[in-house]
């Protein structure tokens, strides 16, 4: 495959792809139909040791449409499913990977999520990534795909890359230069620590395509945030990022997630994506960064109610302690992910003063840490009608 001669045998490929947190939040486009996006966003890509998407794509001669299910249910596939597969087949025509019968070729599409999908978790961005980066390797398509990936799912764009990523919305009308770019890989920040409280994991009320479309329609705040806002703050966020400066990446965090909620309220009639608990963990972190003397902890809500938290591994263990004292559960898996950090011994700090216990309000939380984009495993087998 992959030949002048087009597709000459038949390729599974698995691929596994991560889910991304916009520190700098996308919200608002400014063509719909190309999902080119009113200002740029950044965000931080996050390990897919404990959170991925799984894609298994296989092609099959006996058919020629396309089969999907996932986590284990068959699914007709959406229409930003079927987008992206059109347009990665396009790009394969043009770049001469495949030839115009192979187009017909259909597709088996098996994929899972290891964590809740569509409740805030961004699992559309790391399904739709995972898609256009599995087909990557079926059709053998060379370079950059975040533009294919953009106009499946915008946010979904960042996900193509790991570390620290900027998706910058260009200036040609056609969506050309709308593209994500690696601003740092993951080693570059080692010691950053993502904390996701899960507090809801049903699927949101508002989807995030409607919302952003209704505050594009009412809110002036939205506005005033693209022309005005957002970019510089990307600048800001990038210097932040490359000096590893960890207080102005916290503020400018926290910031950016208060000012997209305040954009929320500020569309008529208003969305609501944060809960009581969202509310308490925002005061709870900032009466610790008070306490501390300095900002030691960071928060930032997508179209959802689940805290992401951010914070340095020397601070971890005392942040999840006052989080536990917080937020008591009798859940015995309350704790996922990064967790070695539980063998040191307690450190006993008194945060009596800027505690309001609410039992089981947050159901588990998982600790992990940037990570690598996409990484896809090819298996070819002989073309037959049988593969
Ligand atoms: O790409 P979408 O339609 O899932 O929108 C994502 C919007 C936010 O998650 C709220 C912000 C962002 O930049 O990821």
Not at 16 to 22: D, K, L, M, W
Not at 44 to 62: K, N, Q
Not at 203 to 212: F, R
Not at 283 to 291: E, S
């Amino acid at each position: 495959m992959g030949t002048q001669d087009g597709i000459q045998s038949c390729r599974t490929v698995v691929c596994e792809a991560p889910v991304n947190i916009a520190v700098i939040k996308y919200w608002g486009k400014k063509n719909e139909d190309l999902v080119i996006p009113l200002n740029d966003s950044i965000s931080v890509t996050l390990d897919t040791e404990h959170l991925r998407a799984r894609t298994i794509v296989s092609l099959d001669p006996t058919s020629d449409g396309v089969q999907f299910s996932l986590n284990g249910k068959e699914e007709t596939p959406s229409k930003r499913f079927m987008k992206v597969i059109a347009l990665c087949k396009s790009e394969a025509l043009r770049q001469g990977s495949i030839r115009e019968n192979d187009t017909t070729l259909g597709l088996r599409i098996v994929s899972d999520n290891n964590f809740p999908t569509a409740a805030g978790l961004a699992s559309s961005a790391a399904g739709i990534s995972c898609l256009a980066s599995a087909l990557k390797a079926v059709y053998d398509i060379q370079g950059d795909i975040s533009g294919i990936v953009r106009q499946g799912s915008g946010s979904a764009c960042r996900s193509v890359y790991g570390g620290f990523v900027r998706w910058h919305t260009g200036h040609a009308g056609d969506g050309s230069d709308s593209v994500a770019q690696q601003i740092r890989p993951a080693s570059h920040w080692p010691e950053l620590r993502v904390l996701i409280l899960v507090v809801n994991d049903k699927k949101k009320d508002v989807s995030s395509t409607s919302g952003m479309k209704e505050s594009v329609d009412t809110s002036d705040l939205l506005r005033y945030r693209a022309d005005f806002i957002a970019n510089a703050r990307c600048e800001a966020m990038t210097a932040a990022i490359t000096d590893r400066n960890f207080e102005k990446f916290a503020e400018l965090t926290m910031r950016d997630s208060n000012q997209f909620h305040a954009i929320c309220l500020d569309t008529y009639p208003p969305i609501m994506y944060l809960d009581d608990t969202s509310k308490a963990v925002i005061n709870l972190i900032h009466a610790y960064n008070r306490k501390s003397g300095r900002i030691l902890a960071a928060y930032s809500f997508d179209a959802g109610p689940n805290p992401f938290l951010f914070t340095l591994s020397e601070n971890l263990q005392s942040l999840v302690e006052l989080l536990r004292l917080q937020f008591p559960s009798a859940n015995s898996s309350f704790l996922r992910g990064l967790t070695d950090f539980l063998l040191k011994s307690p450190e006993n700090v008194e945060y009596g003063d800027i505690l309001n216990p609410v039992s089981d309000s947050v159901q588990y939380i998982i600790v992990t840490k940037a990570g690598e984009g996409p990484k896809t495993s090819v298996n070819e087998v002989p073309m037959s009608p049988f593969c």
